[in-house]
C-alpha cells in the first residue's frame, strides 16, 4: 500500500467519529501523492505525514459560567495545537453549537498550509467551544468569554498560539477575551488579534478575510482571460467573511445578488446593499428577514437556494459541506465559471472534483480565505513593534499577499503536471515549506 493511503487508513483507526477531519485529511493528501512518492524513503524514515496528522497538543476543557437567570451552565472548549514548524501556533477559536474536537481538528488542519501558504512565520492552531452566542445577553457573552479564557489563557501567548475569531467570535468575544487575559497575565500584549482599534487591533482586519478573498478571485480570473468587472456574484452566509466579500466585489464593479444564513437566503437582483446587510447583522444582530423586509427588491426564502441563482461567481462564504454535489451541478448547467471558498471546507471533495471536471475556476478556501490569518499575522507585526499601519498600508500589503498566493499555487500546480489545478496547487506550496521546516528541526 502507498504511504499516503496508509496514513490515510490509521488517521480514519486513531480518530473514530471525526468525519471532517477524515475529509480534510483525504483531500490533502490525495493532492500530495505526487510529491510523497518522489521523497517516499525519507518522508517515511522520518515519519513526517504520521507527524504531520497528528496534533502537537491537544487541550480539552470545561467552561462553566452563570446565566441571567442564575442557572449555571456548562460548555465543553478546546483549542488544537497542530503544528508550530514555521512559527507560533495561530488560528481563530469558533462559538457554535456544532463544535467538536474533529470540527476543531478539521480546522487546525487546514490552518496548517493556509499559514504556510501566506508566506508569514505563522504555524497551524484552531480553537472553540460548543457555546452559541445566539440569544444570549451581552452579560452571558461576556460570562462565558471570561470563564472560556481564564483556562485558555494558561496556554497561549503572543510569541507562543495567538486564537483570533471565527464564527460566532467577532469583535465583542474578542475585546471580552482579552480584557480577561489582561487581567490573569498581568501583560499588554498580542495574544489575540482581531482586537478593537482602540486597544491594539489592526486597519482592515475586519475587512481583510472578504477583501482578499475578491483580490484573489480578481487574480485567478485575470491570468484565465476573465474580468470581474461586471460579473454577477452569489455568495453565501451574511457573517464577517461574506458581508466584506460583498462589499470588495460591488468595489470591483461585480453584482452580487445573494445572502444567506442558518434559517433563509435573500435574493436581491438589484444588488445586496451593503450598510443595510452590515445594520441588520453587525448592529441588531438579527435575521435576512429583517433585510427582506426594508428592501422591496429583495425577496427572502426560507432554507437553503444560493447556489440554484444564475451566476458567473460563486463565493461559499458560511460553513462547511455548505455546496453540494447537485449544486455543482446547478451552477455549471447556469454557466458559472469561478468558485471561490470563503469559508473552510464548504465545498464537498465530489463536489469541487465535479466543478473542476467541468471547466470552472475553483480557489480552496486555504488559499482563497488566507487574507484573515495574514493580516492577522500582520497584526502581530504592528503589535510587537508598538505601531500602527494604516488602512492602505495593511490594504496594500493583503493585496500582495493574495496575488502572490495564487502564483505560487498556480506554479506549484504546473510544476506538478497539474496545471490549473489549485487544489493541488495549494496543498503542495502549503506543504513543502512545511515539510522541510519540521525535517530541519529534526524528530520533535
Ligand atoms: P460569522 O459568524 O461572522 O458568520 C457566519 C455566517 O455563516 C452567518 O451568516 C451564519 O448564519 C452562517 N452559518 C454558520 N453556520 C452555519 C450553518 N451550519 N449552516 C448555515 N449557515 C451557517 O463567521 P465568519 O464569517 O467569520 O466565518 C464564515 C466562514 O469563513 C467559516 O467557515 C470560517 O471558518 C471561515 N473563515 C473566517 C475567517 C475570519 O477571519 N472570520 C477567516 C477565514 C475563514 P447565522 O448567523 O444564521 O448562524
Ligand atoms: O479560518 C481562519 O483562517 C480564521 N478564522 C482566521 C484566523 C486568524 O488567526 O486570523
Redesign the pocket.
Same mark, same amino acid.
Given at each position: 500500500m502507498s504511504y499516503v493511503d496508509e496514513v490515510f487508513d490509521l488517521v480514519v483507526e486513531k480518530n473514530p467519529a471525526q468525519p471532517e477531519f477524515h475529509q480534510a485529511v483525504k483531500e490533502v493528501l490525495e493532492s500530495l501523492r505526487v510529491v510523497i512518492e518522489a521523497n517516499e524513503e525519507a518522508y517515511r524514515r522520518d515519519a513526517l505525514l504520521e507527524r504531520l496528522v497528528t496534533p502537537e497538543r491537544q487541550l480539552l476543557f470545561r467552561v462553566p459560567w452563570v446565566d441571567d437567570k442564575g442557572q449555571v451552565q456548562v460548555n465543553n472548549a478546546f483549542r488544537v495545537q497542530f503544528n508550530s514548524a514555521i512559527g507560533p501556533y495561530k488560528g481563530?477559536l469558533?462559538?457554535?453549537p =456544532?463544535v467538536n474536537l474533529g470540527i476543531i481538528k478539521f !480546522?487546525g488542519f487546514e490552518q496548517i498550509f493556509?499559514n504556510s501558504l501566506t508566506g508569514l512565520p505563522i504555524g497551524g492552531g484552531k480553537g472553540g467551544s460548543d457555546f452559541d452566542p445566539?440569544g444570549k445577553s451581552d452579560r452571558e457573552v461576556m460570562a462565558f468569554c471570561q470563564s472560556f479564557m481564564t483556562e485558555l489563557s494558561k496556554y497561549i501567548g503572543a510569541d507562543t498560539d495567538v486564537p *483570533?475569531?471565527?464564527?460566532?467570535?467577532?469583535a465583542r468575544e474578542i475585546g471580552y477575551m482579552y480584557g480577561q487575559y489582561k487581567r490573569i497575565k498581568g501583560v499588554y500584549e498580542g495574544v489575540l488579534t482581531?482586537k478593537g482599534l482602540s486597544y491594539g487591533g489592526s486597519l482592515a482586519?475586519t475587512e *481583510?478575510?472578504?477583501y482578499g478573498l475578491l483580490y484573489l478571485t480578481a487574480e485567478m480570473l485575470k491570468c484565465n482571460g476573465h474580468d470581474i468587472n461586471g460579473k454577477t456574484v452569489v455568495i453565501?452566509?451574511?457573517? $464577517?467573511? *461574506?458581508?466584506y466579500a460583498c462589499q470588495k466585489a460591488q468595489q470591483l464593479g461585480a453584482k452580487v445578488v445573494t445572502? =444567506?444564513?442558518?434559517?433563509g437566503w435573500v435574493y436581491d437582483p438589484e444588488g445586496i446593499d451593503v450598510a443595510l446587510l452590515k445594520e441588520v447583522?453587525e448592529v441588531k444582530?438579527a435575521? !435576512?428577514t429583517e433585510y427582506a423586509a426594508a428592501r422591496s427588491s429583495a425577496e427572502y426564502h426560507e432554507g437553503?437556494g444560493v447556489w440554484g441563482i444564475k451566476c458567473d461567481v460563486a463565493l461559499p462564504? *458560511?460553513?462547511?459541506n455548505?455546496l453540494l454535489l447537485d449544486d455543482a451541478k446547478a451552477l455549471v448547467a447556469n454557466g458559472c465559471i469561478a468558485v471561490a471558498e470563503?469559508? $473552510?471546507?464548504?465545498t464537498t471533495m465530489e463536489a469541487t472534483e465535479y466543478l473542476q471536471a467541468n471547466g470552472v475556476l475553483f480557489a480552496p478556501?486555504k488559499a482563497a $480565505?488566507?487574507?484573515?490569518?495574514a493580516? =492577522?499575522a500582520l497584526e502581530m507585526s504592528q503589535n510587537s513593534e508598538r505601531l500602527s499601519w494604516t488602512f492602505e498600508e495593511v490594504d496594500s500589503k493583503l493585496q500582495n499577499i493574495m496575488v502572490n498566493i495564487f502564483h505560487n499555487l498556480d506554479n506549484a500546480a504546473k510544476k506538478y503536471g497539474m496545471e490549473g489545478n489549485y487544489v493541488a496547487g495549494a496543498n503542495i506550496a502549503g506543504f513543502l515549506k512545511v515539510a522541510e521546516a519540521m525535517t530541519a528541526q529534526g524528530i520533535v
Open positions: 481563530g469558533r462559538l457554535h =456544532s !480546522l493556509k445566539k *483570533a475569531g471565527d464564527i460566532g467570535t467577532g482581531g482586519r *481583510a478575510t472578504g453565501s452566509g451574511s457573517g $464577517n467573511v *461574506a458581508i445572502v =444567506s444564513d442558518s434559517t447583522k444582530r435575521r !435576512l437553503r462564504c *458560511a460553513t462547511q455548505e470563503g469559508a $473552510n471546507m464548504p478556501g $480565505n488566507a487574507g484573515g490569518v493580516t =492577522s
